[in-house]
């Protein structure tokens, strides 16, 4: 039996998302592993995590990925090639807490 990863139900704005789920993989993935850059691509995240545990959004499609603490990293990426980071969100479900951690359009980074 394939177990899926439980995201939240709600985007950050509250309205409903559209999920997509992979089976879970038991990955220990930690934000220190890559670099929030605009120079940061959704192949290269790809690449070095796999595909993401969800994609989520509603209207704005958003990458999860599971991180290691519990928290979930939702990056979107810019729709044409070479595809780069645009923004990245973390949330804390236990502390019912999102966080704007990267802003590509103002370039800037925000942990």
């Known amino acids: 039996m394939i177990e899926e990863n439980k995201l939240s139900s ?20 930690r934000l220190d592993e890559i670099k929030l850059s605009v120079q940061l691509t959704k192949e290269q995240v790809i690449a070095k995590w796999g595909p993401p545990d969800a994609i989520e959004g509603f209207g704005v499609e958003y990458f999860v990925y599971k991180l290691g603490d519990g928290r979930h990293l939702g990056l979107r990426f810019a729709s044409q090639e070479p595809h780069p980071l645009l923004s990245a969100i973390i949330t804390d479900e236990s502390k019912r807490e999102s966080k704007v951690i990267f802003d590509g359009m103002n370039k800037t980074k925000l942990r």
């Open 10 to 29: 709600k985007s950050i704005n509250n309205e409903p998302n559209t999920r997509i789920t992979t089976p879970n993989t038991g990955r220990r993935l």
